[in-house]
């Protein structure tokens, strides 16, 4: 609980968000000991760049967010080496949850009642948008979907729709829309974390830190309802990434990757593995290239982070 706390107070500040054993139910997966072929499998990232978000496109390259200034670092997953490609937007700013898509750009999930779409190789912003209406809001997460990028909002019961034109056009300044969510959704002062799709891609799924649970999401009522799994709770539950009907949930104060395997619908799961890994240190979110599965390590225990803090990004191998 004080750990959970802490991540909020932190979140809500504006200056910070945010093995050897073989594969088993609930088993730990052993870490990789040494880099495979060419790709390093633990990489840095700039000192003090506090990370939270992840997003692989082709290249393979990555991108992370930073809560601290907003900035965008993009990373070669062959050499581990990369650059910003956005810079500090001030400490008022962050980038926390983010998507690619196959348009080359980044939706990212801004924080503080900011929602932008940047060109992922100029990190030209395309497109910025003010959303909340004036109450508390954290922009926390996206999914993509084929005609809109769909928002959670940590601190109110709604989504951020922001729709998408028939050849992906993005809307005008005023074209982002509220899903309240409804139905069995329980809201406390920090609830909504990550988002993803249902396996048919009919329906959305995020994650409630107070229910501990899933929810499945309509995304044209918002009517929510709870998705029953066997395993741990989800108390800690953040990133989301679905590989077929498997659902990596990254719990991030517990240094762990749960897998649960899902039916077409989402409307239930089943716990298959826990990925656990001595280098995990706080990861928040997660993202697939080839057989392996990366991860920032956000280490939202550090407090206050300074300057001087390491980072690193981890890759384990896909269940």
């Known amino acids: 609980m004080h750990r959970s706390l802490s991540r909020?107070?932190?979140?809500?500040?504006?200056?910070?968000?945010?093995?050897?054993?073989?594969l088993a139910p609930l088993g730990p997966l052993a870490p990789p000991a040494h880099a495979a072929g060419d790709r390093p499998t633990t990489f840095s990232l700039p000192d003090g760049f506090r990370p939270e978000g992840i997003a692989i496109g082709r290249g393979p390259y990555a991108y992370f967010g930073s809560i601290g200034d907003g900035s965008v670092y993009r990373a070669d997953l062959t050499t581990g080496r990369g650059r910003l490609i956005t810079g500090s937007l001030g400490t008022d700013r962050q980038s926390v949850g983010l998507k690619l898509d196959a348009r080359g750009r980044l939706f990212i999930a801004g924080g503080l009642g900011r929602v932008r779409v940047v060109d992922a190789r100029s990190g030209a912003v395309l497109a910025s948008y003010e959303v909340g209406g004036g109450v508390p809001t954290l922009v926390n997460d996206v999914v993509l979907t084929p005609d809109a990028a769909y928002?959670?909002?940590?601190?109110?019961?709604?989504?951020?729709?922001?729709?998408?034109?028939?050849?992906?056009?993005?809307?005008?300044?005023?074209?982002?829309?509220?899903?309240?969510?409804?139905?069995?959704?329980?809201?406390?002062?920090?609830?909504?974390?990550?988002?993803e799709r249902t396996p048919d891609g009919a329906a959305l799924l995020v994650v409630n830190v107070v229910a501990g649970a899933l929810f499945r999401v309509d995304p044209r009522t918002g009517d929510a309802r709870k998705v029953p799994h066997t395993g741990p709770p989800l108390?800690?539950?953040?990133?989301?990434?679905?590989?077929?009907?498997?659902?990596?949930?990254?719990?991030?104060?517990q240094n762990a990757v749960d897998v649960l395997c899902l039916n077409g619908s989402g409307t239930r799961g089943r716990a298959v593995a826990r990925i656990t890994d001595p280098r995990f240190d706080i990861p928040t979110t997660a993202a697939v290239c080839g057989d392996r599965i990366y991860l920032p390590n956000a280490r939202l225990n550090v407090d206050p982070p300074l300057p001087t803090t390491t980072y690193t990004v981890v890759a384990v191998e896909r269940v």
């Open 151 to 195: 928002f959670t909002d940590s601190f109110q019961a709604r989504l951020f729709v922001l729709p998408l034109g028939r050849h992906g056009e993005l809307p005008g300044p005023d074209g982002i829309r509220t899903l309240p969510l409804t139905g069995e959704w329980v809201q406390s002062s920090f609830t909504a974390n990550g988002i």
């Open 235 to 253: 108390v800690n539950g953040d990133g989301l990434l679905l590989l077929g009907r498997q659902l990596y949930v990254v719990q991030q104060f």
């Open 8 to 22: 909020r107070r932190l979140l809500a500040t504006g200056t910070a968000l945010g093995a050897g054993a073989a």
